[in-house]
């Protein structure tokens, strides 16, 4: 179980850090990423990070603004969001992958958690 959490308000260039919290032993073999999607939009990749979180994978367009990081001893991952644009709106997702490749296609994801709301205001 995925629950995600730390969306809210923001002003634009304003920060927000996400947080996912999972349950059970076996957080740290998950390839873990981040979605999102806005409405009337399909959902679309963020960020992922691999089992040891050595490697971390970005879309074009956070790159260099967002950092997804995690602490296999909390069995969390987190994303942390600078420079907020109004076209970030959106419900974030993260999702856990059994695969040992990272993927940025939603389909490649085992688990959901439940979304948070993040809105950007300008």
């Known amino acids: 179980q995925l629950q995600a959490s730390g969306g809210g308000l923001v002003q634009a260039g304003g920060s927000l850090r996400l947080s996912c919290a999972a349950s059970g032993p076996t957080f740290s073999t998950y390839i873990m990423g981040w979605f999102r999607q806005a409405p009337g939009k399909e959902r679309e990749f963020v960020a992922a990070v691999s089992r040891n979180g050595g490697s971390t994978f970005y879309a074009d367009f956070v790159k260099g603004r967002f950092t997804i990081s995690r602490d296999n001893a909390k069995n969390t991952v987190y994303l942390q969001m600078n420079s907020l644009k109004p076209e970030d709106t959106a419900v974030y997702y993260c999702?856990?992958?059994?695969?040992?490749?990272?993927?940025?296609?939603?389909?490649?994801?085992?688990?959901w958690g439940q979304g948070t709301q993040v809105t950007v205001s300008s």
């Open positions: 999702a856990a992958d059994r695969t040992i490749v990272v993927h940025t296609t939603s389909g490649s994801y085992d688990y």
